[in-house]
């Protein structure tokens, strides 16, 4: 491609011993050959717009078109993060500011918290920031505290979120109900506990009705709460966190608020706090003045500084800003209820053919094993590629870590019960050739363009990059 | 009722009775009166008529007229069609981490495409699938630099984009890391103070090339003095202008970040950007995030898996590299596809196109009375000029010309009021960087 001309006379070159020595090797092609490479690339993937994609923890839900459009006017694309930190550049990026602090003030409703910073760029991004938060909190009190609780069942993030912020981490077994085993709780907690992470409902999509008292005892301890909102889904106009008693909160808005995953991101990780540590969020907050205009205030001497670039993933925020407003009140609370309802329909549907993990009402995600199946040879993997032939993304799989051959299904609102029979019929046939089959399931999937890849030899010879003369 | 939830009352009904519960509401038992929430005052639902125009007005109140010449790590660059056209394909947009490979190998194939484009960019041996943004990366820089020498001291140069040195403040305040700062000298890396600032406990040195004056260097001397030392030696790089100046590899440096929002990505008020991350071999395995590496199937086919997953928070918990789980996948794949629009001769035209204008620009600016280039170092695309009077008052008096005219330096460099950034990228027209002149004449 051609880049834009030359329109001006050439000045003399960059001096030779700051000049780039070795040519690019990028392809040479056509556009339609790019085009036609990714296009062909592109339907190599399942997606959420192609195919069921249960995929546990992710919360794969559809993801509104109407957003994406939104999210793409030049109004919003073309403005430069600088122009409001420019004297008078603020009033040239209203409509930004606008969008950042009418989310602020949605998200606070939404989970009962005081105050939300919109910058951290991903969930695990906003644990650590909540995890420095906490730092700061206890710091400022000439605290000084060393570790943090986490269960054996979260995600791993938390625990490498809560080490990377200097913390040491203390992890807790789950009891034989599949909640957090409270005995072992109470012995973790003293004056050295800074926080407790916690995912509600837990990565096994139960909810724990002692979540208050668990939140007193950190408290009594001195100990913070942290609300890892990857499953708040569940949880839309049902419990708050704020109400419970958490203290720090993030959110996934490409999870409960419908932004798209893209592959693995760019996603968008919103902290909240309670009010006791409004004054340690990230610079800068939007501020709304009395006239109705917004501006960047960057005067809180408390605060733990920067913690990225600018303002959050701005194009992120918009579309889950977009999501919000078009379901409203009634539009979320229904969101939840319905993630339920499918998740407990899955739930009981299931329970004849596998193993469950523990066999409690789930909220909008179940956790079966394939233990059954394990004694005919098939395993969890082999079952999820066993579904990748039946035309469904697989679940979640050896995970959370407690659940032997775990299967970690979250079938979210916006599936409809055809698509849900559907995968039971799959994974009813699938169950069957476990007892009479199970090699076939073993040589799965043979419908894909690849059959299954070695993963030891690319870890053994890592082969990152081309190398050849051009570009594959 | 949004649209997006599908069940009918006779779906729900029957969904219900499987269960064994007689209402939604009961489904929801287990969370006690006490915890209910004690508000939920949020508006009612809106049409996605009425949602879309708000936002409509909303984007309106963005001053989108103006003429940028604002730079300072965030470029106003040219984005091709396609690249717009393959990346909103929803093959690439609702699917997730390529966690399951047989059906994941566009995805898996395309971070490594993606990979080899940042490693033939920064010349060095291997990449990752990509981190947050510019600064993230170099956070993650600093940290692998710690754990592979054992050490705990940074140098780093202050003419690294001030946004970037805070948030690394900010993310190791809690760490047992000491940061020195070596000033700049005439706007340039100061070698007596790399030189002097260098020592047996320092784990890296960070660099910025082109820096936060848009002068362009080569460090190799610096990242020699950091090897003879014992440190390794980190330089944050500006992706386009590697199409023309001496590239990170090409100096000896052992870990190149950078920003590669100038790929194909738009400035989007701050996001979603694109951090990346190459290295030398030798500390592939303490790199953060994602890589997507090449294996073979059963039988024998050429496929792609995600690799060196041991690293990783999903399996290490803890004791990972990383906490990062998502990153920025969709815009890897959106500075992929932009790479392999422009090919190698694009690429180094584009690079061409911004130096000659920047140079283009420089010349204008300076032939009027009272404007003086800040440094006669050489430049790539964005140069520091010197103004008769506050930098800061002029730009926003050029905002009344339609102009957004470049950064004022003062505002991240004590001493330095009188001082604006200029930015030029390949989108200045020649009519353009007149009128702005004209304009920016009349306002001094």
């Known amino acids: 491609m051609v880049p834009p001309s030359r329109d001006v006379p050439s000045a003399a070159p960059l001096p030779e011993r700051v000049r780039r020595r070795t040519q690019l090797k990028f392809p040479e092609v056509s556009e339609l050959d790019v085009v036609r490479h990714y296009t062909g690339l592109s339907r190599l993937n399942f997606c959420v717009d192609t195919h069921f994609y249960p995929l546990g923890s992710c919360t794969m839900k559809y993801n509104p078109k109407f957003a994406e459009r939104v999210a793409s006017l030049d109004g919003f694309t073309r403005c430069h993060p600088l122009l409001p930190q420019l004297m008078g550049g603020g009033m040239l990026a209203q409509g930004c500011l606008e969008v950042l602090y009418e989310l602020e003030q949605l998200l606070k409703e939404i989970t009962g918290m005081a105050a939300f910073t919109l910058q951290p760029l991903a969930g695990a991004h906003g644990e650590l920031t909540g995890a420095m938060l906490i730092a700061a909190y206890h710091k400022a009190r000439g605290d000084r505290r060393k570790y943090v609780i986490v269960p054996d069942s979260s995600h791993g993030t938390n625990p490498a979120s809560a080490a990377i912020a200097g913390y040491e981490v203390v992890v807790i077994p789950t009891g034989r109900d599949g909640s957090m085993d409270i005995d072992a709780y109470r012995r973790s907690l003293s004056p050295s506990a800074a926080a407790v992470m916690l995912t509600c409902p837990d990565t096994l999509g139960l909810f724990d009705d002692r979540i208050a008292e668990i939140a007193r005892m ?89 913690i990225a670039p600018f303002y959050g993933n701005f194009g992120v925020l918009l579309k889950a800003f977009a999501y919000i407003l078009l379901l409203g009140r009634q539009g979320l609370i229904e969101v939840s209820e319905r993630a339920v309802l499918n998740a407990n329909y899955l739930r009981q549907r299931l329970k004849p053919l596998y193993d469950i993990a523990f066999d409690r009402p789930c909220m909008h995600e179940c956790v079966f094993s394939a233990a059954r199946q394990a004694r005919q040879g098939v395993r969890a993997i082999d079952i999820a590629k066993a579904l990748i032939d039946r035309g469904c993304h697989p679940p979640t799989v050896y995970f959370p870590l407690i659940v032997k051959e775990a299967l970690m299904i979250e079938p979210t609102e916006t599936e409809s019960k055809e698509t849900l029979d559907a995968f039971v019929e799959a994974m009813a046939e699938i169950a069957r050739l476990a007892e009479t089959a199970p090699s076939v399931l073993r040589d799965a999937p043979v419908t894909t363009p690849v059959r299954r890849l070695d993963e030891a030899k690319a870890a053994r010879e890592p082969d990152l990059r081309w190398r050849g003369e051009s570009m594959p | 009722m949004s649209g997006y939830v599908p069940h009918t009352p006779d779906d729900i009904r ?82 997730y981490t390529p966690y399951q490979p047989e059906c994941s190998q566009g995805w898996l194939q395309a971070l490594y495409e993606y990979q080899t484009f940042i490693c033939e960019l920064t010349g060095m041996d291997v990449a990752n699938a990509s981190l947050y943004d510019g600064g993230t990366a170099l956070y993650e820089a600093s940290l692998m630099a710690i754990r592979a020498t054992g050490r705990n001291r940074i140098v780093m140069d202050s003419g690294v984009n001030l946004i970037y040195r805070t948030m690394l403040r900010t993310y190791t305040s809690n760490l047992s890391i000491e940061f020195v700062e070596v000033p700049v000298e005439g706007m340039r890396t100061s070698r007596d103070g790399f030189f002097s600032k260098i020592d047996d406990r320092t ?76 290295c030398r071999q030798e500390l592939v395995r303490q790199m953060p995030g994602r890589i997507a590496g090449a294996t073979v199937d059963r039988e024998g086919r050429r496929g792609f898996v995600l690799t060196l997953q041991t690293r990783e928070q999903h399996i290490r918990r803890e004791k990972a590299t990383s906490n990062i789980c998502s990153n920025e996948s969709l815009c890897a794949l959106r500075a992929a596809v932009f790479c392999a629009l422009m090919g190698a001769r694009g690429f180094a035209e584009l690079a061409q196109v911004n130096y000659h204008k920047a140079e283009f620009a420089k010349r204008v600016l300076t032939s009027i009375a009272g404007v003086s280039l800040a440094c006669d170092a050489p430049t790539f695309n964005e140069f520091a000029v010197r103004l008769p009077r506050n930098a800061d008052e002029v730009v926003y008096r050029m905002f009344d010309r339609t102009f957004a005219c470049g950064f004022p330096l003062g505002r991240f460099y004590r001493g330095m009021d009188n001082f604006l950034l200029v930015a030029v990228t390949e989108k200045r027209t020649r009519e353009e960087i007149l009128t702005m002149a004209s304009a920016l004449e009349a306002v001094l």
């Open chain 1, 218 to 306: 950190a408290h009594e301890a001195g100990a913070l709460m942290y609300y890892d909102g990857a499953n708040l889904n569940a949880m839309l106009g049902k419990c708050r966190p704020g109400d419970i008693g958490f203290d720090v909160v993030h959110l996934n808005l490409h999870k409960t608020f419908s932004t798209p995953h893209g592959g693995g991101g760019p996603g968008a990780g919103p902290v909240g706090v309670c009010e006791k540590l409004v004054r340690f969020l990230p610079i800068s907050r939007v501020i709304r003045r009395p006239d109705g205009t917004f501006f960047l205030n960057y005067d809180y001497p408390d605060s733990i500084g920067y």
């Open chain 2, 203 to 278: 784990a890296a040195v960070i660099l910025q090339n082109p820096n936060f004056f848009g002068t362009v260097d080569d460090h190799t001397d610096i990242v020699e003095e950091a090897h003879r030392r014992g440190a390794l030696a980190i330089q944050s790089v500006y992706p386009v202008a590697l199409g023309m100046v001496k590239s990170p590899g090409e100096m000896g440096a052992d870990i190149a970040t950078g920003e590669g929002q100038s790929l194909g990505i738009p400035l989007s008020f701050g996001g979603p950007y694109l951090g990346f991350m190459a």
């Open chain 2, 14 to 95: 029957e969904m219900l009775e499987a269960v064994g519960v007689a209402s939604i509401e009961d489904l929801f038992s287990v969370i006690p009166p006490a915890l209910r929430p004690r508000s939920f005052n949020l508006p009612e639902g809106k049409t996605e008529f009425e949602v879309t125009e708000y936002l409509a007005r909303l984007a309106r109140k963005n001053a989108t007229h103006l003429v940028n010449f604002v730079g300072g790590g965030f470029y106003d660059h040219f984005i091709p069609a396609a690249v717009d056209a393959i990346a909103s394909r929803a093959e690439w947009v609702t699917s």
